[in-house]
């Protein structure tokens, strides 16, 4: 991946840690988009060292803050006007319903919203590539649920495991529509996946939880798999020629599967895809139609 940029959210720990030190073995230029410029700093000296790559950057930013992901965005196109691999693995789960500074409920702005904004912003750069690569990282989680379209924040129905399930819904809609409007736009040297990691051994479900929700984490995550398994995929999709040209898949294991069949709803996900917009107050200037 010599000569190659990649772009990696919450990378400083988990699966995005480990995401971004195969890319940097790989010999790829690895932009670590990161909560704190200290986690960030640390992060990047630690896959440096351990990859052999000077090549490491990082790119501070609050992704739950829209204003912030655009602030990143303009940075990163200002350095780096070709981006090959932009990997939207930064995510977060809640036990109670806790509100961006945009309003919106926090686990659909992380793990929905900013994915679907920053593609837009740095759709210039996926262009500017050979073959751009568009990666989301979702969750079989989906599955267990449907969008609440009208009640976005789950007002009044306020549940941490439902509000997952739905952004990780909203992952898999975001990436098929995009493929289709890839595609209906001519755009053909950019492609679009969404990633199921499988059960891993991380933080998530104790950062931001209820006590109790946090030790059923520990107790479940304890049958997952290590973090730098559960980046394999994300490495594979990143950098295997053999999925060249594939795209508006669901993978795990290496290998695309079925998600959802309320995942395929052409419907709510161009009802998504406008709602996203609006709430993201994407620009003309930004629509990738």
Request: aromatic content about 6%; glycine content about 8%.
């Amino acid at each position: 991946m010599h000569g190659m940029t990649c772009i990696v959210t919450g990378a400083n720990t988990g699966i995005g840690y480990e995401t971004a030190l195969g890319l940097a073995h790989l010999g790829a230029r690895v932009i670590l988009v990161c909560r704190t410029p200290e986690k960030g700093k640390d992060a990047c000296i630690r896959i440096a060292k351990a990859s052999g790559n000077p090549e490491i950057h990082v790119v501070s930013a609050d992704l739950s803050s829209q204003k912030e992901v655009r602030k990143a965005a303009q940075t990163i196109l200002s350095r780096w006007s070709r981006i090959d691999v932009l990997l939207n693995n930064a995510g977060t789960w809640l036990s109670k319903q806790t509100l961006t500074e945009d309003g919106i409920e926090m686990q659909f702005a992380v793990n929905h919203l900013t994915p679907f904004l920053l593609t837009h912003l740095l759709m210039p750069g996926l262009k500017a590539a050979p073959e751009g690569r568009v990666l989301v990282v979702g969750s079989d989680s989906h599955f267990q649920t449907k969008m609440h379209f009208g009640n976005l924040n789950l007002d009044r129905k306020y549940h941490g495991l439902r509000a997952y399930a739905q952004s990780k819904l909203a992952n898999c809609l975001f990436i098929y529509e995009l493929d289709r409007k890839l595609k209906a736009a001519g755009i053909t040297n950019v492609t679009a996946n969404c990633i199921q990691p499988g059960l891993v051994k991380t933080d998530i479900g104790i950062k931001h939880t209820a006590s109790i929700h946090a030790l059923a984490w520990k107790i479940r995550r304890s049958g997952g798999v290590s973090p730098a398994e559960g980046a394999e995929t994300s490495i594979y999709l990143a950098s295997s020629e053999e999925v060249i040209g594939k795209s508006g898949l669901y993978w795990d294991k290496c290998a695309p599967k079925k998600s959802s069949k309320r995942s395929y709803k052409e419907d709510d996900a161009r009802r998504l895809w406008e709602e996203s917009e609006a709430l993201c107050g994407i620009r003309d200037d930004e629509k990738i139609l």
